[in-house]
C-alpha cells in the first residue's frame, strides 16, 4: 500500500450528495454553496466557477487584463499560467523571495515602479501566503490566488479569510484544503448588487478554452469516491502511484494545462457544499496533521521549514495539504540527495509530490525559486489520513532523513 498524495476527505454526505447530483436530484445545490458561502464573506460578489483556472481567467476578466503585462512568482502552479494564457494576459515573471514562495520584494517592487506591470497575481502557494502589506505597497489591482484556502480558519476564528484582501480572489475545491469534484469560486471587484448576478457563469465565447464534459466529471467523482473509501489501502500499482520522477525530468503535467470553463455543476457544487459544512473539521485535521511533519523538521539537522511572508513573526506556517520541507542549505547536491529521500519515502510507502516546474523562459533569471525546488520535498498532511498512518508518515520521514544525514 501507499499513502498518497490526493485522497479527498470525503464521508457519507459526500458520496450522497454526489450521488444524488448523478441521478438528477442536486439542482439546488449552487444556490445553495453560494448562500453558504455569502453568510461567511458577506456581500462581497461571488461567482461558482467549473474551476479555479476558470475563477482566474474571470478575475483578469473583470479587471480589464487582457494584452497587458501581469506578474507572478517564478515558482508557480502551471495551471495559473494556463489561465493567464486563455486570459490573454503576458506573464512577467519575478523571482521568489529567498527560501519561500513568496514574492522578491525589491523584484516585485522595481517592476511596479518601472510600469512594467499593470497587475499582480499572488498564489498562495500550498496554502504560504504572499505579503500582503507588499502587494498594497505596490499600488497596483491584485489577484489572490488562494486556492489551498478555501473554508480554512485564521486565528481569530473567521473561515476563509484568504481570498478576500486582493481586488480579486479565487477558492479552488479540486484537491486542496476542501476536497470536491473541482469547481471553484471568484471573488470579484465590489458592484452594485443589481448589476450582479452571484452564480452567473463565465461567457465561454469571451473565456475561449473548453467545458468539462459530464462523463469525464462523473468519472472523476467515481475516482474520488473509490479514493475516499479506500484511502490507505490502495494498492501502489494503481494509477497515480508511480515513483518520484528527477528534478530534469520535464514531462509536462498535461492536466494543468486545460481549462475546464462554465459555471459550477450541479455534481461540483453538491460535493463542494458537504465539504463546506465540515470545513472546521478538515482544517483541524489538516494543521494537526502538519503539525507532526513540523516536530520531524524542527528536530532534524538536515531538514528546514521555509518561512512564508506575513508568518515571520513566530506564528506557525498554515499548510493543509501538502506540508513543503526544504533541505538544510548546508546540504551539498541537493538535486542527487532530495530525488534519494524521496524515492527512500515511496519504497517505505509513503508518496510526495513532484516539484511544480519553474515558468518555462525565465528560469536562468530566477535564481531564488530554482534553488527552492532545487530542495524542496512536498510531504501529504491532507486531512484523510488517519493519526496512526500519519504517524508512519512522519516515522518515515524521520527514518529518511537519518539516512539522508548519516549518507552526508
Given at each position: 500500500m501507499l499513502v498518497r498524495v490526493n485522497v479527498p476527505h470525503w464521508g457519507f454526505a459526500e458520496l450522497r450528495g454526489g450521488s444524488a447530483a448523478l441521478v438528477g436530484l442536486a439542482g439546488g445545490a449552487p444556490n445553495a454553496l453560494a448562500d453558504r458561502i455569502r453568510q461567511e464573506v458577506g456581500d462581497r460578489p461571488l461567482e461558482l466557477v467549473a474551476s479555479a483556472r476558470a475563477g482566474l481567467v474571470r478575475a483578469a476578466q473583470a479587471l480589464?487584463?487582457?494584452?497587458?503585462?501581469?506578474?507572478?512568482?517564478?515558482y508557480l502552479c502551471p495551471a495559473v499560467t494556463a489561465a493567464m494564457r486563455v486570459a490573454q494576459v503576458e506573464l512577467v515573471v519575478v523571482d521568489c523571495a529567498a527560501g519561500g514562495f513568496e514574492f522578491d520584494p525589491d523584484g516585485l517592487l522595481a517592476a511596479a515602479r518601472a510600469g512594467d506591470i499593470a497587475a499582480i497575481v499572488a498564489p498562495n502557494t500550498y496554502g504560504a501566503p504572499q505579503d500582503g502589506g507588499l502587494l498594497r505597497r505596490s499600488g497596483l489591482p491584485w489577484i489572490e490566488d488562494a486556492a489551498y484556502q478555501g473554508g480554512q480558519t485564521s486565528p481569530a476564528g473567521r473561515p476563509g479569510v484568504a481570498g478576500l484582501a486582493g481586488h480579486a480572489g479565487v477558492w479552488s475545491f479540486n484537491f486542496k484544503t476542501l476536497a470536491g469534484v473541482g469547481g471553484g469560486v471568484v471573488f470579484l471587484p465590489a458592484v452594485a448588487e443589481s448589476d450582479h448576478d452571484a452564480t452567473a457563469a463565465p461567457s465561454p465565447h469571451v473565456l475561449g478554452g473548453r467545458r468539462r464534459s459530464r462523463a469525464r466529471e462523473r468519472a472523476s467523482f467515481t475516482n474520488y469516491a473509490l479514493r475516499a473509501v479506500g484511502r490507505h489501502r490502495i494498492p501502489r500499482w494503481l494509477p497515480g502511484g508511480s515513483a518520484p520522477l528527477h528534478l530534469n525530468d520535464h514531462r509536462a503535467r498535461t492536466v494543468l494545462d486545460s481549462v475546464p470553463l462554465g459555471s459550477m455543476s450541479d455534481l461540483q457544487a453538491a460535493v463542494a457544499l458537504a465539504q463546506w459544512g465540515r470545513r472546521d473539521e478538515?482544517?483541524?485535521r489538516a494543521r494537526e496533521n502538519a503539525e507532526r511533519i513540523r516536530g520531524v523538521v524542527a528536530d532534524s539537522p538536515v531538514l528546514t521549514d521555509i518561512a512564508p511572508a506575513g508568518q515571520r513573526d513566530g506564528a506557525p506556517p498554515t499548510f493543509p495539504h501538502l506540508y513543503?520541507?526544504?533541505?538544510?542549505?548546508?546540504?551539498?547536491?541537493p538535486e542527487r540527495w532530495l530525488w534519494s529521500l524521496r524515492s527512500w519515502m515511496h519504497q517505505a510507502g509513503v508518496q510526495t509530490e513532484d516539484p511544480y516546474p519553474l515558468v518555462r523562459g525565465r528560469e536562468a533569471a530566477s535564481h531564488n525559486a530554482a534553488e527552492l525546488r532545487r530542495r524542496l520535498l512536498l510531504v501529504p498532511c491532507h486531512?484523510?489520513?488517519?493519526?496512526?498512518?500519519?504517524?508512519?508518515?512522519a516515522a518515515t520521514l524521520t527514518r529518511t532523513a537519518e539516512r539522508l544525514a548519516s549518507s552526508l
Open positions: 480589464d487584463l487582457a494584452g497587458r503585462r501581469v506578474a507572478v512568482p517564478a478538515v482544517a483541524r513543503p520541507v526544504l533541505l538544510d542549505p548546508g546540504v551539498r547536491d486531512a484523510s489520513i488517519a493519526d496512526g498512518v500519519m504517524r508512519h508518515v
